[in-house]
């Protein structure tokens, strides 16, 4: 089993559209794959019928940006009903702040000399619906002005920075609540990535868990080998399913590709455990 459940096409802030994905994946040697594109699940017909082609799983999945203690989390859904009337309206919702968001982020950057970003960054979107950091950060590299997509975010969008603005996105509870009704399983998201305190991850923790959250990425493309202990040691504590995850947007922006993260600590309990039924219950199994 090679499992990569978290990775992004065209239809987010990826590189690659939804057929390219699978393809590449399937080519690296990955068995079972969610695509999970931000607040949208759009890919997921068009991956599916190429990962059926090739005789890989193709779990449907999103990874929805929820706010929380006044950071931002994601969450990812694993073997959703993309079709879910609760979770497309839910996302709908969430997508149409990101509008505002740009035009926002725009108007801050040009304070600090940064001209025509959202026309910029839109040229990169290939779906007109789905603006993201990442295409203010690929036309702020056009320009010339930064050499690569992580310089621009340490210097421009992270937290804190000229180019970011606050953004109420979901809340955990509803982001959690629509991927539920949707029959799916609740990820916290490359949870190294949160900028909380030991006691603030705890209190998110507390919350996922009490709201019927299921997962954790142990191992994910941005996590270090400390950080696969970390929370490994919590996956253990709180007996959440443990996923693997490249997060892949692209070969020029991903440290990690398609498949090949490291294995999972082998004692935890893998996400895909549960995943394998649900695939046996569409038919998308050999
Ligand atoms: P948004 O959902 O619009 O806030 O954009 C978040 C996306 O920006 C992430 O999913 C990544 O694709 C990208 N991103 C965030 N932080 C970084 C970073 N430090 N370096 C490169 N890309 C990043
Ligand atoms: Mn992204
Ligand atoms: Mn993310
Ligand atoms: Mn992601």
Redesign the pocket.
Known sequence: MNADLHC?STIS?GWLDPAAVVRRAYANGVTMLALTD?DEVAGVDEAAAVAAECGLSLVPGV?I?VSFLGD?V?IVGLGIDHRDPRLVAGLARVRAG?DARAVRMSEALAAVGIRGALEGARRFARNPEL????HF?RYIVETGLMPD??TV??HY??TGKPGYVEHEWASLEDAVGWIRAAGGIAVLAHPARCRYSEREMEQLLDRFVACGGEGIEVVSGSHTDAEVQRFATVARRRGLLASRAS?F?GEQ?SPVDLGACPELPPDLVPIWSRLTAYDRACGNHP
């Open positions: 992004h802030d931000h990874e940006s931002t994601h990101r603006i993201s950091r990442a950060a997509v992580s975010f340490r969008l992270a997060d947007h922006e």
